[in-house]
């Protein structure tokens, strides 16, 4: 069975921080390539960050350009999104996602206050 448990979300003041985890079991993780993306309540799930299974190559969406970072160690099937210099348009419920075959986390909530 596939599971995708992501953490690390909470409530934050407008140019703080946090880092999203989301653990893998169930899946080869280093042959997945894994995503980040949110939605935001009444919006569209946006794709927000990829890195390859091997962790050489990442991308991002332009909103989040030089304030996020993916991450991930398959040694513990784990990938991770470091959010710096949160802006209240940040909040929203953030998933994880794998891929070849597509599997989603259940999400984690980030809050950013004004």
């Known amino acids: 069975q596939v599971r995708l448990m992501e953490s690390g979300g909470g409530l934050v003041q407008t140019g703080g921080s946090l880092r999203l985890s989301c653990t893998a079991s169930?899946?080869?993780?280093?042959?997945?390539?894994m995503d980040w993306y949110r939605q935001a309540p009444g919006k569209q799930r946006e794709l927000v960050a990829t890195?390859?299974?091997?962790?050489?190559?990442?991308n991002y969406a332009d909103s989040v350009k030089g304030r996020f970072t993916i991450s991930r160690d398959n040694a513990k099937n784990t990938v991770y999104l470091q959010m710096s210099s949160l802006k209240p348009e940040d909040t929203a419920v953030y998933y994880c996602?794998?891929?070849?075959?597509?599997?989603w986390g259940q999400g984690t909530q980030v809050t950013v206050s004004a």
């Open positions: 169930g899946v080869i993780f280093s042959l997945s390539i």
């Open positions: 890195i390859s299974n091997g962790g050489t190559t990442t």
């Open positions: 996602h794998s891929r070849p075959s597509s599997y």
